[in-house]
C-alpha cells in the first residue's frame, strides 16, 4: 500500500513569493492534516480537511490556506512568503474515524525562503 | 485547547542504561500517541493509547497511559545506538497537538 506522497520535497522561494504544496493520502484515507515544523515552535498544526470541507485550523495568518479535492488529495498554499515561513511542512492522512485516529505522515516538503 | 508538554527536550543515555520520557496534557484527550522521527526525516507512529492504564511494548520500549494524571510515559529498556532519535507525543482533542519533542542521544 503506498504511503502518503508529498511533492515537490524541496523548494527555494524569495521572500514576496507564494507556494503551493500537494499531498496524496493512502488510499482510503479521507482526511488530511498538515503541520509546520521548525527547530524554534515544533510541530504546529496548519489545518485538517475531511471530504474537501476543513474540520479544523490552527493559528495561523490567512496567508497560509489549503484545500481538499474530491479524490481527497490536498494542497496548501502560503502566499506572501516571509523569512519565518521556512519550515518542513507535513501532511498526515488518517483512516476513517471509527479507528485510532492515527495520523500517517509523508517525507514532507522542506520550504526555504530567502 | 489542548496543550501537551513532555520532559526532558534532551536525554543523553548510555547504552545499556533505562530511563523515562514523560508526557503531560493539559486537558481532556481522548487518546495518546507516540511518534518517533529520525534526523531528516519524517514521523513513524510508535504507540496509540486509547485508554486509562493502557501500555503497550514494542522491543525495547513501552509506553503508557494514566489518564487520570493526565500522564504518560515511554520508558526505554537497556538502550541501544539505534534508538537514538526524538520522540513525540500527541494528544487529541478537536486535533491532534504535539508536545515539544525529546531529543535522545544513546552513547555507546
Known amino acids: 500500500k503506498a504511503g502518503v506522497t508529498q511533492t515537490p520535497r524541496y523548494l527555494i522561494k524569495t521572500r514576496g513569493q507564494q507556494v503551493t504544496l500537494s499531498c496524496s493520502p493512502i488510499?482510503?484515507?479521507?482526511?488530511v492534516s498538515w503541520y509546520q515544523q521548525t527547530p524554534g515552535q515544533g510541530l504546529q498544526f496548519l489545518f485538517e480537511?475531511?471530504?474537501?470541507?476543513?474540520?479544523n485550523k490552527g493559528n495561523f495568518p490567512g496567508r497560509f490556506s489549503g484545500r481538499q479535492f474530491s479524490n481527497s488529495r490536498s494542497e496548501m498554499n502560503v502566499s506572501t512568503l516571509e523569512l519565518g515561513d521556512s519550515a518542513l511542512y507535513l501532511c498526515?492522512?488518517?483512516?476513517?474515524?471509527f479507528g485510532t485516529g492515527e495520523l500517517f505522515f509523508g517525507e514532507g516538503s522542506r520550504l526555504t525562503v530567502l | 485547547e489542548l496543550k501537551v508538554e513532555q520532559n526532558p527536550l534532551f536525554l543523553s543515555m548510555q547504552e545499556g542504561k533505562n530511563y523515562t520520557i514523560y508526557c503531560n496534557y493539559s486537558?481532556?484527550?481522548?487518546?495518546l500517541y507516540w511518534y518517533r522521527q529520525d534526523p531528516g526525516k519524517s514521523l513513524e507512529s510508535l504507540f496509540v493509547?486509547?485508554?486509562?492504564?493502557a501500555v503497550k511494548q514494542e522491543g525495547r520500549l513501552m509506553a503508557s497511559l494514566d489518564t487520570k494524571a493526565r500522564l504518560s510515559t515511554l520508558h526505554i529498556t537497556a538502550a541501544v545506538h539505534d534508538l537514538s532519535a526524538t520522540y513525540f507525543c500527541?494528544?487529541?482533542?478537536?486535533?491532534?497537538?504535539f508536545g515539544p519533542g525529546t531529543s535522545l542521544s544513546v552513547i555507546p
Open positions: 498526515a492522512s488518517k483512516p476513517p474515524d
Open positions: 488510499s482510503g484515507h479521507r482526511s
Open positions: 480537511y475531511f471530504s474537501e470541507t476543513q474540520r
Open positions: 486537558t481532556t484527550s481522548d487518546r
Open positions: 493509547l486509547l485508554s486509562n492504564g
Open positions: 500527541a494528544g487529541r482533542y478537536d486535533k491532534v497537538i
